[in-house]
């Protein structure tokens, strides 16, 4: 059944005003059993079963109705999911997701495997964007801002026919005051509708403005070949990755199917495994994942890079050069800087040519990104590990220079209508240009927003944007592979895409959204059977065709000179400090503020929940008097001082102070305003990743919220933590391992033991799990799927203060090694199952028990809460409901849950389930279907959105799976065996690939 | 010899030791009164069976079911696919009722339902508790004829909840199936009969070995 | 009269002459004027002072008690410190607590009666008392510590209809059905050995209100010998099945620990440890409460010098044996060569509740040596001071066993510390209000001493005693 | 109608000295008062042992094996679950509960046993009328004969028993 039907058909519906008013009053979305069924199913709440103990009424609950269809849809099984295709467009590159929805609400957002931008996998803050769906904090209609800026209520209709009168008064002026500010895109349609635009606006000017701007990237590629080239990269081919300030397995538009690719060569380790040298400031999960990292501010890390071109150019490494690069090359050689990992990196650059990948992080300068091109080309890497290709937007200025011109103009006071299309400029635009102040003086300003937020706050007009779940739209991932943006549900408040808006102000008429993608596609595909064409790729969520074709360019000259200016490049002087900016891994650029999910998401490498902080070499720290993290110290940069907790990072460069942006929002909604500080507000045009600040310790310390390392260890218990560290994420070099491949099974002694009576046999299917450490990057996608999947609730900060977060897994971060160079090692934590589960011999009434396939199995309605189980875990997985984690949920935020598991009241425990409500959908479709279940066929939600494909789920019985494979292996170990807890859980051992004699 | 003094010292009245037996076999009737009280009470084919709710429409499985012989799929059109056995929409009625009795003023909330959109709001009778997983593709795929858990609808004007519906029942049938299962093609006749002569265990058992069946005591078959 | 020349003038009866049997009844009293002394307590109007107000402190404290269990119900568990490793923590060191005051008792009426140790029958009848109070405080822990007070009877083995039954394998279920157990016994053993008094009571009765209430309660004892002879044996056959049980009440409660499989809980050590410190903290609560009683009742003619000499050297000794236990764990963690274990008990010595640990040794191991000195043992006020500082320590010991081993266990990544709420003190506090309420009662309606047992120790008034 | 005769002796010595006497005289439906149990009278009365110890001994078998046949048939017959991989039924875990419930038995038996033999609780009994009985839980001795002994004649068992040395005899009336 064509999903589009499905949409119009559930559309149609709900577009009867009845039929909408009566649903609204509960669920502003329609399906079978809406009203009541839906309700009960995810409101599986047990204090049903109170009522049960306290026998009040004669029936047990409360009667319910079941409110089916008037009109069912065809085909359409109620209480049954599908999965949709769509795409999320971030920054202007895209992800193919699939959505899962049940009853018509989309409940769960995997990546959709045919995507090449997804591959299957999905970062966290994609699989939240349903939670934004159902957030009671978007903006649920139009609002008007007279000169008060007292909001008044308004229609779309009314807003609607404002707009036409307003734009059609611009026509004579041909739009000269007229400016668009948008967040990045890149939808085709949007491009159509564009054109029109400037047909009718052809004075009015497209601003383009994006907080986490990767436009250094295009400069680079400006100096280096004369145009603005888009790079990609082809990992699967590299055997030797230099990463220089660039966090290419997680912040990159291509993360997911980067993280893929060097995942792959990083599996059989008998091939040749390759090698990642990662050279940054603060601790990125690329330098976690790297087989040497060197860690110097971000500043002098152009430095090292040229450092290592000087060395490649000596040796003759790079053929080609024109003489005045090469002398540019030798400025680096007579730099204070060195290291003595520069000539180890160059030398296995060296001895990799066309094998090798030299890639520059977007928060280095232009000229950085030239060298690396420059570089790439000499290593003859051009055009196989890494490739080019044209940027769609060639003439478009970049972010940095057109959001300032948009300042000037405002200044000048030549714009009179300024619309702005998402993002949150008032709050992310560099400060210095005080954008917020402008806006609020021009005549109109109109905003189109998910939430009514800070910029909103400034504009004349607010106009609710449609989710991407709720709306139509088209995207191109990274590599221009592009694909159609369906909608799931009936937009649940009035709400307008961004193509619809702009198609009002282009043509003076409102389109649906469908119409209008629709007409863009129309034109690119075959006409005859355009019909079929289109609905495939709205079903597949993918274009065949449309990846960006790569170019083979030519190196230009006029490179040398900005190269050799890097090499001027110096450490801040005394007393001051190098600030860097990041994005946040949890918050993006502070879209997600508001998604408890995210908030609540400890970042991967400081554990911090809630919160950001500056990130300090411990010895800086010492130097400001921080003791401890939480501290506060105050940092001034251009002009602006921002007190900030502080936080002791091991392996952040020293001199070098690290910040999240996204965070300290005002108008972000009840769960996210005043959640952490607003670094932006320290950062102006001139510096947007880098800045020069001085560093003082403020008195007061805030209590940050850390999901690791609660209480301030001393040192008694740091020596122990390193000790076990070792034991539990073991951890080998290649050469290690090829010498004895058991290596990590011999780290820890298992005494010998002997059962007292004959175990349990499992005969039938017998569930396990496998953990690849050496794939895995830390990046928490498992815990989010998990909490999206099993109905996992937010707690809140102070709640994580006393440790008592819920997500059932847990990436724990150890710091492993030379404390000076510490090794990051990450372990994802969840329920073991183990055969001899410790939890449930201490359970009074039987609520955790093993089922007949391993399964360790927790009985929400039998658990009275005695918590003896948890206490008795040794891998402390299992999660207490300390109160009622639902209490406030409002009907509407109770859509996002998953009917298919129980929503656990206060007083039960619980924990990992390895997705038992998929096993048993399987093994009921399979039994159907009388046929036996394939290996893969069962995914628990961590395992389907791993980028990297580290975590395994199987049929242990089964000699063909990969489970069975992986347990196999001889790298493969159990945390704490020794304690003879038999877990179904296990691990493979991390291996690093470190340069001959660089160990 | 010397008398005994005036009395003045309270006594019991003889009274207090009548007491003593009725007290005694209050002390042992009373706990297993208690027990007995709970134990019926508490139990569902108190509390639940025969709950028979009015419906919105007076829709009667007698009727239909049972004299015209309606089968159950024609309406709970998903039950061999779906965990739900869904409630039909109101279409189906419309179905047929478009012509036969179209005018019935006892379907007069059909039609305004199937006119207005505005679905009819039923009542719920079998009602599991939340956190209970009852999926029915599983059971009338495996010959768990409808019967079993539903007694005879097809003889029902109002439908009730005939069975107990509690863990324990669940588990009896779970643990002794062979009594409860048919051919998975007679799972919606209510009247199924085995063949003559042939006793109904031994038949569910013969059954039970053709579709491989293994009812699981697991908690997991039924909670998550 | 002839008790007098029986005994030397001075009211110090500690004397360890072996030749002479030192009496245990100082001051010419004789079986009239005993059970005058015990019963007017229970008769007079007004009670002490001191009475009136420590009831009123400790009710108070009971009201507080009830207003934190209302709000942990209605609200949730979270109200407490508690957090992820640390599951357990005020809560259960409550409990553990509370039972092992609740030693003493039943260990003084049972086992010193087998072993024939007459000077029991002063102090038997508060300590049993004591013994029960201290168990229903006990068993309030256990009782609100769980997340779903209102399924709480899943734990007992009763049909339901869910087929489901109880996990017989899992240390709570045991302690439910030992603590239980021990609570009922205690209770009948106490009650039967009150009957003869209640007697005693009843007959001097003035009004008709209390000889109906003691009338009562009393069951119609009339001290008929035939009735004493099966009396008597029904109590040798409790105090015989009692022993057994006092050892393993507290064996059981550590078996919650020391069969779970936590490093520095999974110890075999703990039963013997755990009745040792049990009986130790047990004897210390009844000196704290013997010091004031004998003061403001003036029964120290009865609960004599002897009688807390005793007790002091009980508890030096078990002192030792716990102090002992505390050594010895460490040797069996460095022994075992499990790293794990290892770091735990150093974790515990300098972690960041050394601060607990050294308060433990201190007040156990410490404060009793001063029970050498026999001018100590024989100083109400010194007594009383370690009888104090011996509870606080023992309570911190079952606090630094719970909370230093959950607090850091096997995987660093979730190591985290515990601190209480304003919630769990209270809730600590209120407990002991529960008790001495409970406590002041019993002394101002019951017989505090058991009369006719003293009676019985008692040199008869006409030539020598029958023993 | 009278129900017995009461008479008061001035210790435990003098109560056991005539209580022999008295058991020698043939009396059978007698009794002595105590305010506490007075060694050796048994004897002098010729109580015979009671047989309570055997019931608290059956009473802590059936504990026992109720304790053990419970937790067998609860987890490993009527619903046996795997519990972290351990045999469904494992007598070491039942030890505990089963020694618990022998206890519990043998204890209640031992106290409903001992009072059910003594005929107690009894709230009505003729010397309760009596106000010399009242001292009998405090500090007199005493040895009550009843009428219906069949040795019993008024004048001469009064002064039967001061011969035995009774500081006082007294009438009491009243019918059991």
Known sequence: MPPVELWRSLDDLAGDPTLRELVSREFPAHADEMLASSRRDFLKLMGASVALAGMTACRRWPSELIVPFAHRPEGYVPGSTLQYATSLDVGGAATGLLVTSYDGRPIKIEGNPSHPQSLGATDPCAQATVLQLYDPDRSQGVVQREGSGEPAPRTVEAFTTWARTHFASLDASKGAGLRVLAEPSSSLALLAIRERFARRFPGAVWVEWDPLSRDAAREGATLAFGRPLRTHLALERADVIAAFDADLLFDDPAALANARAWARRRRAPDDVMNRLWAVEAGYSLTGGSADHRIAVPSVLVPVVLGRVAAVLARAGALPGLPPETRAALERFSSHSFDDPRIAALARDLAGAPGRSAVVVGPRQPAAAHALAHLLNHGLANAGVTVWYSEDPEPARPSHREAIARLAGDLNAGVVDTVVVLGGNPAYDAPRDLDLAGKLSHVKTAIRLGLYDDETSEVCDWHVPQAHYLESWGDARGWDGTAGIVQPLIRPLYDGMSAIELIALVADGKTTPGYDLVRATWQARLPSPDFERAWRRIVHDGVAEGTRFVAVAPELSPGAAAPIAALADAELPRAGTYELTFSRSASLHDGRYANLGWLAELPDPVTKLTWDNAALLHPEDAKALGVKRNGDRVAIEADGRELTVPAFLLPGQAKGSIGLDLGWGRRRAGRVGDAVGVDAYALRSSDSLWRAEARVARRPGTDALASTQDHHIVDTLGKREQAIRAEELVRTGTLEEFLENRAFARERVEIPPDAPLWTPHAYPGHKWGLAIDLTACTGCHACTIACQAENNIPVVGPAEVRRGREMHWIRVDRYFAGDPAAPRLAFQPMACHHCETAPCEQVCPVAATVHDHEGLNVMVYNRCVGTRYCSNNCPYKVRRFNWFNNHKHATAVEMMVMNPEVTVRSRGVMEKCTYCLQRIEAVKIAAKNEARAIRDGEIVPACAQVCPTEAIVFGDLNDPESRVRAAHDDPRCYGVLEEVNTKPRTRYLARLTNPARGEA | ?224 | MAVATLERPSRDNTSSDPARRAPLVLAGNDYASVTEKVCRIVEVRKPPRAWTLAFTIAASFTGILGLMVLYLITTGVGVWGLNKPVSWGFDITNFVFWVGIGHAGTLISAILYLFRQQWRTGINRFAEAMTIFAVICALLFPGIHVGRIWFEYWIAPLPNQMSMWPNFRSPLLWDFFAVGTYFTVSLVFWYMGLIPDIATIRDRATTKARRIAYGLLAMGWRGSNRHWHRYERAYLLLAALATPLVLSVHSVVSFDFATSMLPGWHATIFPPYFVAGAIFGGFAMVLMLAVPCRQWFGVKDVITPRHLENMCKIVLATGMMVGYAYAIEFFIAWYSGNPVEGFVFINRAFGPYAWAYWTMVFCNVATPQVFWSRRARSNPWVIFAVAVFVNIGMWFERFVIIVTTLSRDFLPSSWNSYTPTWVEVLTLMGSFGLFFTLFLLFLRFLPMIAMAEVKAIMPAPHGEAHR | MTWGLLAEFAGPAELVSAAERLRDGGYTRWDAHTPFPVHGLDAAMGIRPTRLPWLVLGAGICGCGGGLLMQWWMNAVAYPLIVSGKPFNSLPASIPVAFELTILLASLTAFGAMMVANGLPRFRHPLFASREFLRATTDAFFIAVEAADPKFDLEATEAALRALGASRVVRVEGDA
């Open chain 2, 1 to 224: 010899m010397t008398q005994q003094g005036p009395n003045t010292v309270f006594v019991f009245p003889a009274w207090v030791d009548e007491l003593k037996p009725f007290i005694a076999a209050a002390g042992v009737g009373l706990p297993i009164y208690l027990v007995a009280l709970v134990w019926y009470g508490g139990s569902p084919a108190t509390t639940d069976v025969g709950y028979a709710p009015q419906q919105p429409v007076a829709y009667s499985h007698a009727l239909h079911a049972g004299e015209l012989g309606i089968d159950c799929r024609y309406c709970h059109n998903t039950v061999e696919v779906a965990a739900h056995a869904a409630v039909p929409p109101t279409q189906t009625c419309m179905n047929c009722h478009t012509n036969i009795r179209g005018t019935s003023p006892k379907l007069a909330a059909v039609r305004e339902s199937s006119a207005t959109g505005m679905p009819i709001p039923w009542v719920r009778v079998h009602d599991l508790p939340d956190y209970v997983y009852f999926n029915h593709s599983a059971h009338v795929r495996r010959g768990v004829g409808c019967v079993e858990c539903h007694g005879r609808i097809d003889a029902m004007d109002v439908v009730y909840q005939a069975k107990k519906l509690s863990m324990g029942w669940c588990l009896d049938c779970h643990r002794n199936p062979d009594a409860h299962l048919r051919p998975p093609e007679a799972a919606t006749q209510m009247d199924w009969e085995p063949p003559k002569g042939v006793d109904r265990t031994a038949f569910g058992k013969t059954i039970r070995e053709r579709l491989k069946l293994a009812p699981s005591e697991d908690c997991s078959t039924c909670h998550r």
